[in-house]
């Protein structure tokens, strides 16, 4: 049974950091990417990683969010620093392999004073 489950979310104010954690179980990370939704938009790719590892950013969160994967435990994270009200949304795990692809539940993230 695949599973993927996010985790660590929560509220920080403007200029906070959070890191999210993405485990799979049942599948291993081929492709895989964080997306998120904000309130009445609609899912946009934050950032994702292809198996060899290459990462791809939105530009509105470049210089600020970074991915990373550790193969060991099956585990990508989504380290957010510099956070901004605008990056308020629910954040997601996707991961790919071949034709399939599983979501997770999904984390809210919100950033407010």
């Known amino acids: 049974q695949v599973q993927v489950v996010e985790s660590g979310g929560g509220l920080v104010w403007p200029g906070g950091s959070l890191r999210l954690s993405c485990s799979a179980s049942?599948?291993?990370?081929?492709?895989a990417g964080w997306y998120r939704q904000a309130a009445g938009k609609q899912r946009e790719l934050v950032a994702d990683i292809t198996p060899g590892g290459s990462t791809n950013y939105a530009d509105s969160v470049k210089g600020r969010f970074t991915l990373s994967r550790d193969d060991a435990k099956n585990i990508m994270y989504l380290q957010m620093n510099g956070l901004k009200p605008e990056d308020t949304a629910v954040y997601y795990c996707n991961v790919k392999v071949g034709a399939y692809e599983a979501w997770g539940q999904g984390t809210q993230v919100t950033v407010s004073s």
């Open positions: 049942g599948i291993i990370f081929g492709r």
